[in-house]
């Protein structure tokens, strides 16, 4: 499954694939996109509703900005305006062409101009994203603490953590009832302490 194919499949049962848009040129660098303009995407007979034409900029701006995330992060639209030219017409494919006006580390800004089948400009719109981090799994927070440290500070951290653990392993070896899961609680709490010594030494 081609890119392409994946889009569309993810905006299956949501509302891109509601409004019907078709992408047919997907790249970090420029989005293409389609819609045609059905009865039910006007305002009044004939004319679409402008709302249909920023909802297909917003989903090609989301779109765009997915294509250039960290692995893990998100997105969402912080900002968006627009500004209409002329009226899309039912029965009419409209083009929207979504390109980058900043790509950085906190927020992606894009620029989606909206044309009718002959090239005239319909709206051009202006939309800015912000990137949402991907959430840390515990074991990566942990490994974040030791970043930037070197040797001497990482063994003294960690003997730190070493001596939190061997507390933490005491209180719940004090509150255990049983008394061989007790005894192996405060096993391991000696373990944690005889660690902490070693890295202490070095």
Not at 16 to 45: F, H, K, M, Q, S
Request: hydrophobic residues 45%.
């Amino acid at each position: 499954m081609d890119v392409i194919d994946r889009i569309h499949e993810s905006q299956r049962g949501k509302f891109g694939g509601l409004l019907g848009i078709r992408y047919v040129e997907v790249a970090p660098e420029r989005v293409v996109a389609e819609l045609a303009v059905r009865d039910d995407l006007c305002t009044v007979p004939g004319i679409m509703h402008g709302g249909a034409i920023m909802a297909l900029a917003d989903n090609l701006g989301g779109v765009a900005t997915g294509l250039n995330l960290p692995p893990g992060a998100g997105t969402t639209t912080i900002e968006s305006k627009t500004n209409f030219f002329a009226p899309g017409r039912a029965g009419e494919t409209v083009r929207a062409e979504c390109v980058p006006l900043h790509r950085g580390k906190r927020t992606m800004v894009w620029q989606t101009r909206v044309t009718s089948p002959e090239g005239r400009l319909l709206a051009l719109v202006t939309q800015t994203q912000i990137v949402l981090e991907a959430q840390r799994t515990p074991a990566q927070t942990m490994s974040s603490l030791f970043d930037g440290l070197d040797l001497a500070a990482r063994s003294a951290l960690l003997a730190q953590l070493e001596r939190a653990g061997a507390a933490t392993y005491r209180a719940m070896a004090a509150e255990e009832p049983d008394p061989a899961a007790r005894a192996a609680l405060l096993e391991a709490a000696v373990k944690e302490e005889e660690n902490a010594e070693l890295l202490e030494g070095q």
